[in-house]
């Protein structure tokens, strides 16, 4: 006997992608006995499907994202992994995690993943995937990226003398004043240790940091000591982030967040999107200040991503560039004009 679920959103509006708590109803599915003519028909209520990339199993909520062509996804992640040098001295910023699927693909390749992602299903199931497959150095942090990114770099990567010097720059001020601009929240860079170390979120309210139990972790010695999560930077050597953001892309915050911390070396993207107007602020070399607010008149609502990405540019901090090294298209959807492209950035 095939097992059918059908599940539908309802969601009355204009928008081609209903917002995920738009409530789910199960649809009646007719199913035929095996060795039977007849025609049953029934309601499943089981919410959630199941898939495999790799040999690793997925548990998929219905508002979660997850790629349908997983033979091909499996190919992306690995390339993307090939990439980034990966070892355990890699600390991996899985950046629009999703359900788990790329950190969790190349968790045993790494010494540790931090997902970051906005639907509250999707990071309960890329918890509850960790858990299936037995993967214990993996994070997943429920939060808008733009929201956490520059909060969640100091938190990992600066010492506590960093952070003081951090506290001190123009880099760090602009930053926060963007974040106040954009009522966005900034996490306080001392945290409670401990509370990094217990997965409990530092964030605001919204925020949820899940991991697989911390115990694991500390026996098997791939996440953090007892010294707490500022002892995780030097710990690291290989730090990269991996974006797989939605078709709009990453948000200039978070763009900003990780150009201008110093100890990330690898930016690996998986959409090719919005990867031209990203790469002009990432790789174009830092310029002297100009006048702020100077658009020579041109409309904004007329630029381009590109265009807009170049006057952006002008704020920029003064930071390392990354330099474009190599990108290859990855055939995800056959047949039509779409596919995804890896595009690895380095400095
Ligand atoms: C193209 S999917 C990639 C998911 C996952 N990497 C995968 O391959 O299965 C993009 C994901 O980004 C999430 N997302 C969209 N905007 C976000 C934001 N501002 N911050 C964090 N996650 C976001 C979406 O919910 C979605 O899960």
Known sequence: MFWHSNRLQDH?????AAPADAPLRSLPVAITQANSESEVVKTFNETRIHDYIGNLRFSISPTAFFQVNTLAAEKLYSLAGDWARL?????????????????LTLANRVGMVVGIEMNAS????AQRNAEINGIANCKFICAKAEDVMGSLLKEYLDTPQQQDEDSNSSANDEQQNEEADNGTISVDNKSDPQKCLKGESTEADHSHVSNKSTEDEQNSGRSSTVDGCSTMGPRFKNIVAIVDPPRSGLHPIVIKALRTHPRLRRYISCNPGTL???????????VERTEKGSNRGQGWRNMSNAGLARQRLKSMPKSEPFRPVKAMAVDLFPHTPHCELVMLLER
């Open 87 to 103: 070892g355990p001295d890699t600390l991996l910023f899985d950046v629009c995690c999703g359900t788990g699927t790329i950190g």
């Open 12 to 16: 009355r509006g204009i928008s081609n």
């Open 276 to 286: 031209v107007a990203n790469a002009i602020e990432l790789c174009t070399p830092s």
């Open 122 to 125: 999707a990071v309960s199931d």
